[in-house]
């Protein structure tokens, strides 16, 4: 070999695949001498030939390598699925993640207290108002009828006793129903869902807080058992008309407690839910009824009704009932809740207010006198209207502050200060016997001038020397401002504060005519002192305050200012308040067997109409005006008001046995003797004088004469 090589005769080895030798089989079997001292380059490895290409008929290698293409296809298919689901289950749970850092820590969450609710009771323990943000107090499982909460599982979410707060097979079912475009009978959020949205998250429809609902959902669940759940859900769902929880909505449609529904009530509250706006009963009775048929029908496939009992709940459907009268008791609710604070602070949980108020003479008062407007009212002017009735001891009995609560809710009866006119002249004649004066003092009804303010009767006419109590009796005006100039303004402003009168009073002489503004309640409680035997009152309409659990957090005791009118002055003043009503300015609205006293009041301007009046048994005032001021036409005292509280006060005393006045009628002279001529008293007959005589008039001053001298002929 080594000869051949030297000689140029080199022979390349060649490597087939059909001898199985390799180029490195062939270097190994060379032995160390035999190999080049520099190796050389290998010429190109040859390539093989090319196989003959079979068409696919043959059978041949070719559909394999479409098989392996295939499968090489589907492998890359799987595997970027599996990377993309990856990410996606990464960016999801970094979204849900993010989400649920933003509510509190889980170990931190409490469910929120519900706003306290006060239901406002009256003096018979009937349910008044609910006031508060909820409109409704709150009820367990137990206190109402078990097919009440089961409405709600039947149509909102049958499956609530199985799932786990989320309900996959809920959320399919509901999906699947939306797109065959059959309604939505069934929502596909849970009631533990729905509750976590009203306890925590607002109403906004996004994926945040669907996520944080699923969140909130399952912590319920793990906390709380399906049934306390189910009496939150209740308690917190929100029915329309401001009533949120049961309660409050079987209050607001059907004027009775959630312990008193019928089936079908309970199908109309639990479809309710769904849209409270569109299905209220009380607005779209026809689509409230058909939704309430579908939760019958839920009710009844599950198994929580019987099929006789669905059938008379369809056939007796529930019905809201027409809400009667202008919703008066709310202005007595409004002032309860005005004064609670004063006895009990801040309301932390729901309360029961048990009040003074008697549901008949409420709704008595309420009814004459939106019937009086009614009639008479565009007649004369006339818009407005308040009523104030109490107990002689001060608790408030009736009390309308406007003619419709609906359409305003201010309140007349407490909040507005109007000119009492005449109805004010007792407070002047209580100053004036306790002077020294009795019914029997004689004063001259003449023309009067005092420094440029001269006063004058209603009749413009004048009846000369008389009795205070005949003046009293038909309201004369000279007689009241000489009365006022001889007692002070200051004095009288002092006996009527000390009878209850709280208003700012301004002493001056026209203040024996009623100028200074003062509230119908404060006018109420100063003519109470003249029932009682002269007892000062407070005026109050709270007995009892208790807690849901029994406990009494404020009873009312006894309390007054004592005796602020002496006894003797007493029954000199119901003596002259008697005469007003047996020939005087009130002879129209007198209660046959009674001892009434009362007193009519007319501003200047007609702007303003009292009648006040009492027995032992009620003090009430009735005030008529508008609320700008303009003037009635006419309207005065022994008018509008007067008949108001005439039909109230003998409605109110029907059936009663008459009780005489605390205090007595004073026992005086028949009649007073001057010059040898009989003047007119409180028993004599007087002129005629036309209704509402108690108006104040003025004219142009005379020459001023010396009283005396007029009174002597002089």
């Not at 479409?66 to 999801?92: P, Q």
């Not at 604070?341 to 932390?348: L, M, S």
């Not at 008459?658 to 003797?673: C, D, H, V």
């Not at 008293?681 to 001023?704: C, K, N, T």
Request: hydrophobic share 40%.
């Amino acid at each position: 070999m080594n000869d051949r090589i030297k000689r140029g005769e080199r022979r390349e080895p060649s490597f087939d695949e059909e001898s199985g030798a390799s180029r490195d089989d062939f270097d190994m079997r060379l032995s160390d001498d035999d190999r080049p001292l520099h190796r050389h380059r290998a010429a190109p490895r040859p390539q093989p030939r090319s196989q003959p290409v079979r068409n696919k008929r043959s059978g041949g290698g070719g559909g394999k390598r479409r098989g392996r293409r295939r499968r090489s296809l589907l492998g890359g298919l799987f595997y970027w699925t599996m990377v993309l689901g990856l990410w996606c289950a990464i960016g999801l749970g970094g979204f849900i993640a993010y989400h649920a850092s933003q509510l509190p820590p889980i170990d931190q969450l409490t469910v929120p207290k519900r706003p306290p609710n006060i239901a406002i009771l009256a003096a018979d323990g009937s349910l008044l108002a609910n006031r508060g943000e909820t409109g409704g107090r709150t009820v367990t499982i137990g206190e109402i009828p078990p097919y009440l909460p089961k409405a709600f599982v039947a149509i909102e979410d049958r499956r609530f006793y199985e799932h786990f707060g989320i309900d996959p097979i809920g959320i399919s079912r509901a999906l699947v129903t939306n797109l065959r475009g059959r309604g939505v009978a069934q929502g596909g959020s849970t009631l533990t869902q729905q509750l976590a949205k009203n306890l925590f998250l607002t109403q906004e429809r996004t994926a945040a807080r669907k996520i944080q609902e699923a969140i909130l959902a399952l912590w319920l669940e793990r906390t709380y058992t399906k049934d306390q759940i189910l009496e939150l859900y209740l308690n917190r769902v929100y029915f329309g008309s401001g009533a949120y929880g049961v309660e409050a909505a079987a209050q607001r449609y059907f004027n009775k407690s959630a312990r008193s529904v019928t089936i079908a009530e309970a199908a109309m509250l639990a479809g309710l839910v769904q849209a409270p706006s569109r299905l209220a009963p009380n607005r779209n009775p026809d689509l409230a009824e058909k939704r309430a048929q579908l939760v019958i029908a839920a009710m009844t496939d599950q198994g929580f009704i019987t099929q006789a009992a669905a059938k008379t709940a369809l056939t007796t459907p529930a019905e809201v009932p027409e809400r009667v009268g202008a919703g008066s008791v709310n202005y007595a609710a409004d002032y309860v809740m005005d004064v609670l604070d004063d006895f009990i602070g801040a309301v932390e949980g729901d309360v029961t207010v048990l009040t003074t108020l008697d549901t008949k003479l409420q709704s008595s008062a309420e009814t004459i006198l939106v019937d009086a407007l009614s009639a008479q009212g565009s007649k004369l002017n006339a818009s407005q209207g308040a009523v104030v009735s109490l107990a002689p001891d001060g608790a408030i009995r009736a009390l309308i502050g406007g003619r419709d609560y609906t359409k305003s809710q201010f309140n007349r009866a407490t909040a507005a200060r109007r000119q009492p006119g005449s109805s004010f002249k007792p407070f002047v004649y209580l100053t004036a016997i306790e002077k020294g004066m009795t019914p029997d003092t004689i004063r001259d009804d003449s023309p009067v001038s005092i420094k440029g303010w001269e006063p004058e009767n209603y009749s413009r006419t004048f009846r000369g020397p008389v009795t205070l109590a005949t003046a009293m009796q038909h309201s004369l005006n000279t007689v009241s401002a000489r009365l006022i100039q001889e007692v002070t303004p200051k004095e009288v402003v002092r006996t009527a504060q000390r009878l209850g009168i709280s208003s700012a009073l301004q002493p001056n002489l026209s203040l024996a005519l009623g100028t200074s503004e003062v509230t119908p309640l404060e006018m109420t409680a100063a003519y109470a002192t003249f029932a009682n035997g002269g007892q000062s009152v407070l005026p109050y309409v709270i007995r009892e305050v208790r807690q849901t659990s029994g406990k009494v957090v404020y009873a009312r005791k006894a309390a007054g200012l004592g005796q602020v009118i002496q006894p003797q002055h007493l029954a000199m003043m119901d003596t002259m308040f008697n005469g007003v009503m047996n020939g005087g300015t009130g002879s129209k609205f007198n209660i046959p067997g009674w001892q009434v006293g009362g007193k009519s009041g007319t501003t200047q301007d007609y702007g303003d109409a009292w009648f006040v009046g009492f027995t032992a048994k009620l003090v009430t005032a009735v005030w008529v005006g508008n609320d700008d001021n303009s003037k009635m036409k006419r309207v005065t005292g022994a008018g509008l008001p007067g008949e108001i509280w005439g039909k109230y006060m003998k409605a109110a005393h029907a059936g009663a046995q008459p009780i005489p006045l605390p205090g007595g009628l004073w026992q005086g002279a028949p009649k007073t003797i001057l010059d040898g001529a009989p003047v007119a008293d409180a028993g004599a007959p007087a002129p005629a004088q036309p209704a509402g005589s108690d108006r104040a008039w003025v004219r142009p001053a005379p020459q001023e004469r010396n009283f005396f001298e007029r009174l002597f002929g002089g």
